[in-house]
Structure formats: C-alpha cells, structure tokens
C-alpha cells in the first residue's frame, strides 16, 4: 500500500491550516463595500401577514435597503423545490406547498422569514429589524405530525389538503398481512424517532456578490454541494444564469446533512446584492440555527413483527408518519420513503414486508435528511422490534437475530433492494467478543453491589450508501443523477490536482483522496492536491453526503486516473522505447518490468508537455476527466453493542461500554473512518440519550432553541469507544468502498435503548431516555 | 465609539469599536484574526475561547473595552517560530479534529487545562474540564487522546487514555 | 446587543458613583453579557468592577473568611486557605460554569443575579454568610428575596461576603443536561453553635429557599440516614421542559443525602 496509499493510517494534509486558525470559513470571506444582512423572522408558528412596514427602520443609522417578499415576487425570483417526486399509493404526485424564499402572505413556522435588513453592521441591521412593524394576524396551528393529519386540523397549505403531502407504500400489503395472521408470534411496538436538530458547529453563513460590470454573481456559502446549490439556483430559482454564477463552498465547519439544502437566506443575499448594489453578507446565529436548519427523523411508527415457531420472521408490517413540517426541504420527500422503507429488511431474511408512510405539513421547521436520513429511523424501529422479540419469546437476542440472518448474496429483499455482499454473523461474533458479552452478567452483579443497574444492548444495522445508481433513483422520482465526477491534471513538473465534485466538511478528502492517487503512482501525497467546492474550478458534481463520496467520488477519481496511466505508460514506453504493456508504475517511476529502464515520474510528465517526443498521434498534455455512475447501492452494516448503568436514585444513565464492529469494505484511511464512527456514534448516543427538538404544541414556539435547552453531547457524557472493522469487499465499485460517515449514528441508538430498557426492566421508553424520563419509569407513583 | 489597546499575539494593537463590540468581533473584525470562531450565542460552545492575561476565556462573553490594556492570545498566536505547539500538533497527530471549526477553541482550552493541572490529567478529568467546548464531529475521542498525549509529552501527566 | 456605554470604575466610591436607574455593575459578565447579546437586557451603562482592587482578594484568619465580591470562581475554587476550613466552598465553585467561566464570574455578581440555578447562593444562605455592601451588612436570610431578587437597593454594590466557618459542610447538585445549571442543588451545613441549615437551588419556584424538615432531622443526625423518613413537597418546586416538581422533589433529597456524604 506504500506508506501514503491505500489502508495507510496517514495523517490529514489539511489540518495544519486548522490548527493554526487558518482555515477560511465562509463568514472569514470580506470583500470590498461589504454590507451585513439580518433577517426578520416570524415570532409566530402560523399567520397571515397584513402588511409590512418599514419606514421607520428604513431611516435608522447605517441601513441600506429592506427587502421583503414582495419584491422578491417582482424580480420574478421562484419558490424553494423538493427536488425528489413521490406519488401516493393511488397515482397522484405529492402534494407540495409553495415556500416563498421571503414570505409574502403567510408565515407557517416560528423562523420563517419576511424581511431582510441590510446595514453597514450586523448590529445595525437587527436594531433597524426591531423597527420595522408587520401586522400579523395569527392562525391556529399544529406541531405533531399526527395532529395535524386528524379532521379539522388547521390547513397549513392549499395544495396539502388535510395536510397530506403524500400516502404512499411499498412492499406486499396481502402476503404481510398473510403472515401475521398465520404467525405462531407477533411483536407489536409503536416507536417513536425524536426529532433532531443537526448543529454543525458552524452555523450557516451566506455571502453574495453582484459584478454590475460583468453581469456575473458570486456567492460563498456553507454547502456540501456547491454544484447542486448552482444548478438549483439558476434552474428554478432564477437567481442568476448558470453561467454567470460562481458558487464557493470553502472550509465548511460540518454540515451532517443540514447543509445539503439550499435555504432562502443564501438565494436572499445574492439577488439582494443586485438589488441594492452592494456585496451583502449574513451569518447565522445558532438561535436562527435551532430555527430555520432543517431539522431530522421525527417519526411515528406502529409495528408488527410476525414469527414462525421457529422464531423466524415472516413477515413485517409498518406505518408511520412523518413531519416534513412547514415546507418541503430539498431532499425530504426522500427520507421517510426510498431512505427509510427500503431499509426495513435489515440483515435479516424477511419473506414479507409492507411499509406505509404518510408525510404532513406542520408548523414547524422543515425536516429533511440528517446524519443516516431514513436509515436510523428504519434501523430503529427493526432493532427495537428484535429486541423486544427475542424477551418474549425468551431468547437471547444475539440468537434470534442469528436465526434470521441473510446468509447468501446477492440477496433481493422485498423492499426493492438488492444486497450485493456481507458477512453479519462476523460483525456479531466480532461485538460479542469485543464486548467480553459472555461477562456481563459478572459486570452486571458488579454494578448492582454498588447500586447501579446494569444492561447490555445490541444492534444489527444495515444501511444503503454509495447514493446512487442515476437511473434507478430517476425512475424512483429524484431530479437529479447521483453520479459523481473527477479530473486529474499531471502538472508538468509531475505534480497532480485532482478536482472532485464530491465536497469535504470535515471526512478530510484532502488526505483520502491523495491516497489515491499516491497508491496508483507511488508519489507522496503532498505533491497531490485535491480542489473542491468552487463551481468555477470543478465543472459539475453531485457533492457529499449519504456516505457516498468514497463509493462514488472516488470511484471517479479512479476511473480518471486509469485513463492518466494508460496515457502516460503510453509516453513513458515511447521514451524507453519499449512496449507499453510492460510498463509498470512504482515509487514514482514508470519501468520496463524485467529490466533496470526506467523514467522518473515527472520526466514522463514533462514529456507530456514539452512535446517534443511523443507517439505519433498522441495528443500533448496530461489530463483526464471522468464521471463514474454507480451500478448499485452499497450495503455496509455492522453490529454495536453497549453497556449502561443506570443511577436509580436520578434515573441518570452513563454509558460505560460502546462496541462497534463495522463492515465498511475497503478502507483508504483507518484513523479517519474511526474518526467518522466516533462521531457517528456520539451523534446516536445524543438522540437516544440527550437530544430532543421539542415544539410548544399551543404556540408553536421552539421551547429548545439553544443549548441553553437542546442538549448537546459534551465530552463527559460520552465514553472511549472501542471500534473495529471486518471486510467484505463490496463488488459494486471498483475500490470495493462501502462508506462509513453514517453508520455510527444509525447503529447506535436502538443498541442504546435497548440497554437501557434492559438495565431499568421497562421497555416502555422512547428517546432521549433523559434522567427525568427514566426515573419516571423506575418510579411508576409519580 | 471607544479606543480601545492591548497587546494581541505579543504585538500592540489598537483600534476603534462600539463599546458593545465583543473582543470576538474586535479579534475577528478588527484584526482580521478569523481563527476565533462564533458558534452560539449562550456563551456556550467554546469556539471562541482565547487566552486574556494567561487564562482562558470565551471572547464572545467578554466585551473589547474589557480587554483594553491586557494581553490576549489567539490560535494564531500559539505556535512560535514556525514549530506547532504541541497540543496542535497532537491535535493532527491524534486526528484531534474533523470538521476544524470547534478547533481553536479546543486547542485553546486544552492548552489552559494542562497548564492549569500539571501533572494531574487523566481522561475523566479531561472530559470534565471540555465542559465548555462543544465539538459535534469527533465524539471527542480522539480530542481527549489527543490533549492526554499533549499533557505527557508537555512532561505533566501520569496516565494516558487507552 | 443593544448601544451601551461601558465605565471601568477603579474604586467602589467611583462604581457607585456612576450608577443610575439604566445602568449596571458589569462584574464578570457571565451571565449579563450572554442575556445582552440576546437583547433580553438593555442597559444603558455598564460599570466594570474587574479593577476595582478593594474587591478583589481572600482573606482567611481562624474561622473568618471573607471574599471579595470581583474574586473569581477559578480563585475560590482554587484558594488553599479557603480550603483549609471550607473545602465544600471550593469544591462548589469548581463546578460552577465551566473552566472559561470560572475565569471570569465572580461571587458578587453571582449572588447580586440570584439566579434560581445558580450555586452560590445556596452555599451562602446555608452557611449563614453576610454580604457586605457599599453601605451596609445583610444577612444571607434577608438578602436572597426570590427568583433574581436580592434585598440591594437601587445601585447598591455587593463588595465582598463574609461567613463562619462551619463544623461541617458539603454540596452535591444535578446539572440541567443542556445548560450545566443546577437543575437541583443542595447546600448543608452544621454551623459552629451545632445549628444545622440546608438550602436548595435550582428546584425552588421563587429561587433559593430553606429546607427546614431537614434541618429538624439533621439536627441531631448529621448523616443522611437521617433523611430516610422525609418526604419532600413537590408543591412549591420548579416545573419546566427538563423536570418535573416531582422529579425535583426527589433530587432534593437525593442530593442533599449526597452532599451530608461529602460533607463526611
């Protein structure tokens, strides 16, 4: 692999600018004129608005203009898409709901926006906000998904009747049903997914810049996919001409999904920018954060399970319902559908399932895809399932799953799709051995002698990464293909640039995708550099999430540096004068295999462009593009378990074990896909231990908007963690990449929960298992 | 508008700004120092923790006019002729750090903490004192290996993690 | 945050000379700052008491300790002296906040905030403190008047606290999840004459308050078996999005038996 290639535990290139507060964040960037943008948000979770005015603040010190949704309207600026379409069970398409970027008529949550006040300061701004007066007049409003779906519930959007954006399924309804009827068991749950707010550090930030002179726009923003961000804004928004519009994504400090989206404020400072004649800058607060970044899970499921006597699963039955809350967000009607119910297999053999799902307007945040989108709901509900199973039918959970485990590949499950490799019984016999699993009851007694309870939780999750194959997804209603592109210019002194589509918000591309390229040509990996999230240096790419800038980023870049070897074997034989299939590439040289010829790397490069030598017909230079389109999902899957004990005195749990055995494929760099578990995990003990978006379901008010209230993991709620990995190679790429950015926060919050349970003896528990919450359940009086 | 003066990174500076400015805004806005971040407003995340007269504190809870005459230091600050502190470079080392926005912050207090404990860190108090530093990437193991690995090499702890 | 005028004041004559009905004494500006960014307070004059030197320093002789009001959590948490004869005193402030706040908020400021989750003023009601202002002494009892409410006058200044020594000490809180506050707090003390006095925060509905059934059952048994038979009164306990009365009922007891333990 070479010290610098491929499953070398390097350490990352672009740390050094992070260490020393160099790195450039998109609030860092100022340009010349620069003006600061606030905007005013509705206090209200739904009204009309009778006017606005904003004379008085129009006047205060430093203001430079106030735009509202009204002018937005005149310059023809279009509504904010679900760029995914899904049809209802009975043929008609969803039902979407306009979202004005600036509302004009109606605000339909707490944080939508009606105004945008642009000032020299930031302080400026927010005073001239406080001055401007809109007369709402305030309409009754919903929070709960479910709620809003009951008759006479407030209509939020004329399009939605009912609030019903789409009733949808998937799946075999009359052999499910068959099975559970015929069941010698069935274990019923309904299991509620607690609504999440994602909180990368960073808060959002937005920064538009108008060039009168040359027609051109430029806006700097937090996005892990710039491309999208372009392609959205010049097709449906009518911001700016694709060809015009430059969008950057710099350092962005996390993004964990909530920065997939492209949100009113950033499409906001851009055409104000125009508007007003001057670069127009915002940064969020983390208040305006909680508020407005769109929000994850927040699932209502029921469940039924259905078991032959030999205690293997017959068949599976679910309904749930999810909020989309007030909007629909760029990917959201995906998540609770082709993310969620294609999942509902896991790693076991299941002969039926049927899913339904309904998603429903509220007046809440708009919830779209974080950390896992789909899967962590599925994975879950199927964990808390087997687990409540196996204690009714007194068996141990390691062996009901066992029993029910997919063992042939390729395996097609009921719900579309096709697993094309793992090994489960490996990562479960990897935990267990981990976790010393045959030692708990000793642990356990322990705990008790010192007035602890004790329990020990398992999960078997599977997830789909490595999104997606372009047709597939096409024919499954996405508006986009989900392929991904690279180049890889050979600089003619040798050095390389490989520009990706696919955008780094911390997985430390700079490093993995180096390694590539040092593992192929055996140059060291500071003479790589990896160019990213600017539209104007990388054409077009599909950008980063859903874990599938390994499985597909990279494959391009692989697919890329295939036609770069065999262009510059091509050179190097020239020069050697020998047969370009013996020529081999190593430690930075290409050679003649079986002889001491040999041409240093950078010398074939520098060929490439003196051009004064090369094979008739060879074209100068040394650079390649590449787009790889994926032929299928990849599966990873893993096992977690963990252990907590649990003070009864406070109902508090500490995690005192978390095991991961993961199954990710080929890995480029081990330290950093322990890095993406160790926070996958920490972001799953959040929701199953200490995180939870709450509405006031009266006013409509976030009663958790900062972390005065939201409980955020600290350092001392969370354990080392032991982490692993076993290896099936994954044949759908041609690196055998699985992907790992989200398998920690899908695996392990059912492991969680289920130990919990276990430790206080009550199943009856929904997430965050909360001091309070616990201590309820331990003393049922209160 | 105050006038405000002090000493930033060992260099004298000065400048004008409300006396609403926070020394953040002032490090941020005024000195172009953008390596002290923001990352709420409760005064909560430790984004912003830069070190006045010796300890460490949040520059987004302290006004600039507060500030005036002491000695601040900043990320950009910490290394000295060219050689990373060795919390920083335990930070990459240890991969400390995914996403780089928490960071200064975290380097900062770790800095504080080992100084402040001497020969007394272990993991649990490790994990006490990042009480006001939020990270959301790196589930904060590999920061704890990583300051742990600081304080030893910087000659004061006993016991490391794992 | 709103417009404001800030004043470094260098002796307490000079800070409360500068203040009126708009201003206020800026001391570390934990919490002030934070409620002004958030536009919640407005105060038209901020008056900082960080250089003034007749506030700072801690002074133990026997049994006498007094604090100045600017002396910090850090300091307190970290004063051997105060430690030789009040370790629960130190042991509270070094869970106060955490490490960056330590460095700034100051004893003064917290107890003049009387915030009903903060922990100070549950030490200095249970250990029968005086708080020494800029014209008088107030006793601990009277100066905690409810939530955010003390017994300063308008532009009366907290310059330092003054207390006893006890017998016998200890605290023990459970943090709000999120915000690190006491969620409950509880505070007990035997003084030197044998008297027993308890105090909880963070669970009170108009702040820091006595729990005098305690108090009766310690008097004789300073050991938490002897708060076995009692049973808190949610009645008068906070309830919000984080706990129940109940809940908090229940952490008072829980905490006061495990502060009784680390009073030893």
């Keep these: 692999m070479g010290l610098e290639g491929i499953g070398a535990r390097v350490a990352r290139k672009e740390d050094k600018r992070f260490i020393t507060g160099k790195g450039r964040y998109t609030d860092d960037m100022t340009v010349p004129g620069m003006k600061h943008a606030h905007f005013l948000r509705s206090p209200h979770a739904h009204a009309r608005i009778r006017s606005i005015d904003a004379s008085a603040a129009e006047k205060m010190p430093g203001v430079v203009g106030i735009l509202n949704g009204r002018q937005l309207t005149e310059d023809a600026i279009g509504n904010l898409i679900c760029g995914w379409m899904i049809h209802s069970k009975d043929g008609s398409p969803m039902n979407m709901g306009a979202w004005r970027p600036l509302a004009s008529d109606v605000v339909r949550y707490v944080g939508d926006a009606v105004a945008v006040i642009i000032a020299d300061t930031k302080a400026q701004a927010r005073d001239a906000a406080e001055a401007v007066v809109v007369d709402y007049e305030t309409l009754p409003l919903v929070t709960s998904a479910a709620a809003a779906l009951e008759p006479g519930a407030p209509q939020i959007h004329p399009e939605a009747k009912g609030n019903l954006i789409f009733d949808w399924e998937i799946g075999d309804a009359a052999a499910t049903d068959a099975a559970i009827a015929a069941a010698a068991h069935v274990t019923e749950m309904k299991i509620i997914n607690n609504r999440l707010v994602p909180n990368p550090m960073e808060p959002r930030a937005a920064l538009g810049v108008y060039d009168e002179a040359e027609d051109h726009y430029t806006v700097w923003t937090t996005s892990q996919n710039p491309h999208v961000a372009r392609l959205v804004m010049s097709a449906f928004y009518n911001v700016a001409p694709e060809n015009k519009l430059r969008v950057i994504a710099p350092d962005v400090g996390g993004g964990f999904g909530s920065k997939i989206y492209i949100y009113p404020e950033e499409i906001v400072c851009l055409w104000a920018s125009k508007r007003t004649g001057v670069p127009v800058k915002w940064n969020s607060d983390r208040t305006e954060a909680f508020l407005t970044d769109a929000h994850g899970r927040d699932h209502v499921s029921t469940v039924k399970m259905a078991f032959d006597a030999n205690n293997r699963i017959t068949g599976l039955k679910v309904d749930t319902i999810a909020n989309l809350g007030a909007y629909m967000s760029l990917f959201s009607s995906a998540v609770p559908t082709y993310l969620y119910a294609t999942l509902l297999s896991g790693q076991y053999d299941i002969p039926s399932i049927h899913a339904n799902v309904r998603t429903v307007y509220t007046n809440t945040a708009p919830v779209d895809a974080y950390r896992g989108a789909g899967r962590p709901e599925a994975t879950y509900l199927l964990e808390r399932t087997m687990e409540t199973a196996a204690r009714e039918l007194g068996v141990s959970p390691a062996e009901l799953r066992r029993t029910n485990f997919i063992r042939s590949f390729p395996h097609q499950t009921p719900v579309i799709m096709n697993y094309d490799a793992g090994d489960y019984e490996a990562s479960l016999d990897a935990a267990m051995q981990a976790a010393d699993y045959a030692g708990f009851p000793g642990r356990k007694a322990e705990a008790a002698s010192r007035g602890k309870l004790r329990g020990i939780g398992m999960s078997c999750y599977i997830e789909a990464c490595g999104i997606a194959p372009s047709a597939a997804v096409g024919s499954l209603g996405a508006g986009v293909g989900l392929w991904e592109s690279a180049e890889v210019r050979v600089n003619a002194v040798g050095t390389i640039e490989v520009l990706t589509g696919s955008h780094s918000h911390g997985q430390g591309h700079e490093t993995t995708f180096a390694q590539l390229v040092s593992d192929r040509f055996g140059v060291g990996i500071d003479s790589v550099s990896i160019v990213h999230g600017d539209t104007d240096k990388v054409q077009m790419g599909m950008g980063t999430y859903g874990s599938r800038s390994g499985a597909v980023g990279m494959s391009a870049v692989v697919k890329a540096l295939d036609k770069v070897e065999a262009k510059a074997k091509k050179i190097a034989a020239h020069l050697m004068e020998a047969d370009e299939s013996d020529i081999v590439i190593e430690n930075g040289e290409l050679k003649v295999a079986g002889t001491d010829k040999s041409v240093p790397w950078f010398q074939m490069a520098l060929a490439a462009y003196t051009a004064h030598n090369l094979p008739a017909g060879l074209e100068p230079g040394l650079k390649e593009g590449a787009f790889y389109d994926p032929s299928n999902f990849t599966f990873p899957a893993g096992c977690y378990i963990c252990e907590v004990e649990v003070d009864p005195d406070t109902g508090k749990t500490e995690v005192v074990q978390f095991v991961a055995s993961d199954d990710f494929g080929k890995i480029i760099n081990p330290m950093i896909v322990e890095g993406q578990v160790h926070g996958g995990i920490a972001q799953g003990i959040g929701q199953a231990l200490l995180e939870n978006a709450y509405y006031d379901p009266q006013t409509g008010q976030l009663l958790t908007a900062s972390y005065m209230d939201y409980t955020m993991p600290r350092a001392d709620d969370l354990p080392s963690y032991k982490v692993s990995t076993t290896e099936t190679a994954c044949p759908s790429n041609p690196l055998g990449i699985k992907g790992c950015g989200e398998a920690g926060a899908i695996g392990s919050p059912p492991a969680l929960i289920n130990a919990v349970t276990d430790a206080i003896s009550n199943n009856n528990l929904t997430m965050p298992a909360s001091p309070h919450r616990v201590w309820e359940l331990l003393n049922p009086a209160h | 508008m105050a006038s405000v003066s002090m000493t930033v990174n060992g260099k004298a500076v000065s400048g004008q700004c409300e006396d609403r400015t926070l020394l953040v805004q002032f490090i941020r806005e005024n000195l172009n120092l953008t390596g002290t971040h923001v990352g709420c407003d409760t005064s909560q995340c430790g984004a912003c923790v830069v070190h006045v007269d010796g300890k460490a504190v949040k520059s987004c809870t302290m006004l600039a006019v507060q500030a005036n005459g002491s000695e601040v230091l900043t990320i950009e600050g910490l290394a000295s002729g060219g050689e990373l502190h060795p919390v920083q470079a335990a930070f990459k080392a240890h991969h400390g750090l995914q996403c780089g926005f928490c960071t200064p912050g975290m380097i900062m207090a770790a800095t504080d903490m080992i100084k402040r404990h001497g020969g007394k860190l272990d993991e649990k108090t490790v994990r006490d004192e990042l009480d006001g530093n939020i990270c959301r990437c790196t589930g904060y193991h590999n920061i704890v290996k990583a300051i742990l690995a600081a304080a030893e090499e910087m000659g004061s702890t006993r016991q490391a993690a794992e | ?264």
């Excluded at chain 3, 004059?45 to 006498?64: C, S, Y």
């Excluded at chain 3, 070094?94 to 960056?100: E, L, M, N, T, Y």
């Excluded at chain 3, 939530?147 to 023990?172: N, S, W």
């Design chain 3, 1 to 264: 945050m709103y417009a404001t005028n800030y004043h470094r004041a260098s002796s307490v004559e000079e800070a409360v000379g500068l203040a009126s009905e708009d201003a206020k004494y800026l001391a570390g500006g934990q919490t002030l700052i934070p409620t002004m960014k958030q536009r919640l307070a407005a105060p038209s004059d901020l008056i900082d008491l960080r250089h003034v030197a007749a506030m700072q320093g801690i002074k133990v002789e026997g049994d006498k300790v007094r604090i100045g009001a600017a002396v910090t959590h850090a300091e307190v948490a970290a004063s051997a002296a105060v430690r030789g004869v009040c370790a629960a005193l130190c042991d509270l402030a070094a869970h106060i906040g955490d490490p960056h706040v330590r460095h700034m908020g100051t004893i003064g400021g917290s107890i003049a905030n009387n915030d009903p989750a903060a922990d100070y003023p549950a030490a200095l009601l249970a250990l029968k403190a005086d708080i020494i202002t800029n014209n008088r002494r107030i006793g601990a009892d009277e100066f905690f008047a409810g939530m955010f409410e003390t017994a300063l006058d308008e532009g009366e200044l907290v310059t330092a606290v003054e207390l006893t020594a006890p017998a016998k000490a200890g605290y023990a809180k459970f943090r709000n999840p999120a915000s690190r506050y006491a969620l409950t707090g509880v505070f007990v003390a035997r003084l030197g004459d044998g008297s027993v006095r308890v105090a909880v925060t963070g669970a009170g509905s108009d702040g820091v308050f006595r729990q005098s059934e305690m108090e009766a059952a310690l008097a004789s048994n300073f050991s938490a078996d002897a708060l076995s038979g009692i049973s808190v009164d949610p009645s008068n306990l906070m309830a919000d999005l984080h706990a129940t009365a109940e809940y908090r009922a229940n952490l008072v007891k829980v905490m006061a038996k495990r502060a009784l333990i680390a009073a030893g």
